[in-house]
């Protein structure tokens, strides 16, 4: 059974730097999309950044900003977040796609203060 485990959450003051990493356990398949989207308080998740072997997304609210990369050989997916905003804030989670499978991870919580 494919696992994702998400780390590097936490308390950011506006303007700082988070770097959440998520890591696939249970199986030596390279995901064909790896993910992050987030969920703030009262909304809809939405799509932050996915990347695949060809190339990377950002939604607009976050371009220039995060950086999304992988490493296929740990089965890891990272995302940079720089200048956080405080509408950043929000649970993220990683999310990987496997054929038409999607797998999600737990979620981490980034809160950036202003």
């Known amino acids: 059974q494919v696992q994702l485990v998400e780390s590097g959450g936490g308390l950011v003051q506006a303007g700082g730097s988070l770097r959440l990493s998520c890591t696939a356990s249970?199986?030596?398949?390279?995901?064909?999309?790896m993910a992050w989207y987030r969920q703030a308080a009262g909304k809809q998740r939405e799509l932050v950044a996915k990347?695949?072997?060809?190339?990377?997304n950002y939604a607009d609210s976050v371009k220039g900003r995060f950086t999304i990369s992988r490493d296929n050989t740990k089965n890891t997916v990272v995302l940079e977040m720089n200048s956080l905003k405080s509408e950043d804030t929000a649970v993220y989670y990683c999310?990987?796609?496997?054929?038409?499978?999607?797998?999600w991870g737990q979620g981490t919580q980034v809160t950036v203060s202003s």
């Open positions: 249970g199986t030596i398949l390279s995901a064909t999309e």
């Open positions: 999310s990987y796609l496997y054929g038409s499978r999607r797998i």
């Open positions: 990347t695949t072997s060809a190339r990377s």
